[in-house]
């Protein structure tokens, strides 16, 4: 019985707007699973993968962090973006962090973009290895 809703938006758009069974999370300090009728909550949340699942469908998307709330039944997300776990191309994101680990940082302001965007693109290496296999 698929009865929670589940809302995605990016400052660009709402990127999904479903009714699931079940709720994956990346937390800023792990994963976490909501179900129907789970307590109200704010959580802060991490760059991973997002995982919508109603019944054999499963449907994946890689989060760039953001927050979560849940409250009646529905789990509200934003965050800077999400994206199809099947748009993302495992050797696009290595050569883009390879660049990246190259690139020197020469204040502090360069340096932790540099160390954020770098966190990010692992986890989006993750993402995208675990889809492929």
């Not at 949340?45 to 009646?72: K, S, W």
């Not at 994101?93 to 302001?109: F, I, K, M, N, R």
Request: glycine share 8%.
């Amino acid at each position: 019985m698929a009865d929670l809703n589940c809302i995605v938006v990016t400052p660009e758009e709402t990127t999904v707007e479903t009714t699931v069974e079940s709720v994956v999370l990346p937390l800023f300090d792990g994963s976490m699973g909501i179900l129907r009728n789970h307590g109200a909550m704010i959580g802060r949340l991490g760059a991973g993968e997002l995982r919508l699942r109603n019944g054999d469908q499963l449907d994946c998307y890689y989060l760039d962090g953001g927050f979560v709330q849940v409250a009646d039944n529905t789990v509200s997300i934003l965050t800077g973006r999400a994206i199809p776990v099947d748009q993302l191309d495992a050797e696009a994101v290595e050569d883009e962090l390879q660049t990246t680990l190259s690139t020197p940082a020469t204040d502090s302001g360069q340096m932790e973009t540099r160390d954020r965007t770098i966190q990010q693109l692992r986890a989006q290496r993750r993402v995208a290895r675990r889809s492929a296999k």
